[in-house]
């Protein structure tokens, strides 16, 4: 009767370990190149997933850098791709609800830089091709003119075999 | 008793070891890897009247960014000079670059027909990109309100670029007599 109450303590607590939720990754950003203070930038310019799987959660930090000398709104969103990397094609189109996008609107003050977390959790059961691949795009909505610019960052996805 | 306390410790030392790196060498770790780059772009300038100055619009038109004339086509191979707009990569790593011009609000809005500036409707405009060096008008890359192919591939870091837009505006009358507007987007990712 002991050994099998220790064993359901021991089974309770190892279960309880494995279903601790990750932390978020602290990354540390390289440091830009001096010539970037006054630009806008993001970083990283590309992240790849790899041995992902329906359930499976990836995520990472997206870096913005407001390089104007005034606070800047910024729209952070989901896009399908322009153009894929060899071998990946489009993500799939139930792939936008996977992404999980910390702060879709973030308010930078003059020369910030802020960390916005990127998630991608494909819920069990989901379909996807072999290699997939989204944007992250990223665009500072106090421009005025009419022609914009837009930085964005891809996601390389490649499923486990 | 001293079995089971000795369990409930060991049980308790597991806990303590982070999952991520008891977990690590199995095959069902994901694994997330980034490559430090920066993107960085900026286009100047970032104003255009088709019709240059603060003139207005006539229908079924085509007008080009183009220094030389409004109604002046580029040359068969798109000289500098016929590039009103210089875009520069100040990335760490090389880019591509794509353009996308979303239908117009307000006014007589046309909507983009997404073929190319050599076609248009009664309510519809078309619009293509051109760079320097590149033919005309066989290079030209068409302008979709959303999801363009890409202008330019591979524009190697802190390098300068030359563009200019092609529009050909809607064949019907325009009858609002208000401005409308829309917003050109180039997006940088990058290419390596």
């Known amino acids: 009767m002991k050994k099998l109450i220790g064993f359901l303590v021991v089974a309770g607590l190892l279960l309880s370990a494995c279903a601790q939720p990750s932390a978020p990754p602290v990354v540390q950003t390289p440091e830009p190149p001096p010539e970037l203070y006054d630009k806008t930038w993001i970083s990283p310019g590309k992240v790849e997933v790899g041995n992902f799987y329906p359930g499976a959660r990836a995520e990472y930090p997206l870096s913005i850098h407001n390089g104007k000398d005034e606070p800047a709104k910024f729209s952070v969103t989901y896009r399908e791709p322009g153009s894929t990397g060899e071998g990946y094609v489009t993500a799939p189109g139930a792939a936008e609800g996977w992404v999980i996008i910390a702060e879709p609107a973030p308010v930078l003050a003059a020369k910030e830089t802020r960390q916005v977390l990127i998630a991608v959790e494909m819920p069990k059961g989901a379909k996807a091709p072999p290699k997939w691949e989204f944007w992250i795009a990223v665009k500072d909505v106090t421009q005025t003119g009419m022609v914009q610019t837009e930085l964005a960052c891809r996601w390389l996805v490649e499923m486990r075999k | ?192």
């Open chain 2, 1 to 192: 008793m001293r079995k089971v306390l000795g369990l409930v410790l060991l049980a308790l030392a597991l806990v303590l070891i982070p999952v991520g790196s008891a977990f690590a060498a199995t095959s069902d770790t994901v694994a997330v890897t980034a490559t430090p780059t920066f993107i960085s772009i900026s286009i100047l300038p970032d104003t255009w009247n088709p019709a240059g100055g603060t003139a207005k619009i006539n229908k079924n038109t085509t007008y080009y960014a183009n220094p030389i004339g409004a109604t002046t086509a580029p040359s068969p191979t798109v000289a500098v000079g016929e590039c009103s707009f210089t875009v520069t990569n100040t990335s760490n790593v090389i880019t591509d670059l794509t353009a996308n011009f979303p239908s117009f609000a307000g006014g007589d809005a046309m909507t983009n027909i997404d073929t190319g500036y050599a076609n248009n409707s009664a309510t519809s405009f078309g619009a293509s990109s051109y760079i320097s060096g590149a033919a005309w008008p066989a290079g030209a890359v068409i302008m979709k309100a959303a999801d363009s192919a890409a202008m330019k591939v591979d524009l190697a870091a802190t390098t300068d670029l030359k563009f200019g837009i092609a529009i050909k505006t809607m064949s019907g009358d325009f009858t609002s007599g208000t401005a409308m507007t829309s917003t050109i987007t180039v997006t940088a990712v990058d290419s390596t």
